[in-house]
């Protein structure tokens, strides 16, 4: 018992030496909704990030495997609060591949608002994302999504 205790405090210091705050560095977590998955952000400087989607989508006729990609932005002033909670918006592209069925590539816009833990590495995030499909034919369609990512780096 006394080695497990031992094992995991010293897997705790050593994931605590190498965690960085949310508005940087790389997180990666899960999302829920439309479509389900994992969820990626790779901060690029203190307003703009990357993040993508890797998920699988439970909607319509056809199941699907859904891969996006947002370039985003953030405003930190815009809800004033003694907690961090920017609003972010973006501009991205969305793939989906169903099965039985023509696959299907769209550009993405998406606008979102994040909660960052003062304690942990996390952020909690919800986001919308019209989606203007371009192939195989012009729909207009809806991501959404509530998630956590837990940072590193």
């Known amino acids: 018992m006394k080695k497990s205790i031992f094992v995991i405090l010293l897997i705790f210091l050593t994931v ?50 859904a891969l996006h990609a947002d370039y985003l932005w953030h405003s930190f002033d815009l809800i004033k609060s003694s907690e961090k909670i920017p609003v972010y918006y973006g501009v991205g592209a969305r793939l989906r591949m169903y099965e039985g069925s023509d696959d299907s590539f769209g550009v993405r816009g998406v606008v979102g608002i994040e909660w960052f833990s003062r304690d942990v590495p996390i952020d909690v995030f919800f986001e919308i994302a019209p989606v203007f499909t371009l ?16 940072f590193i780096n």
């Open 16 to 65: 605590s030496s190498i965690i960085k705050a949310q508005d940087k560095g790389f997180g990666i977590g899960i999302m829920l909704g439309e479509p389900t998955g994992l969820s990626g952000k790779y901060w690029l400087n203190k307003i703009n990030a990357v993040d993508f989607g890797l998920a699988y989508s439970f909607t319509g006729n056809h199941n699907a495997a």
């Open 135 to 150: 192939i195989p034919e012009t729909d207009l369609d809806f991501d959404a999504a509530i998630g956590i990512r837990f």
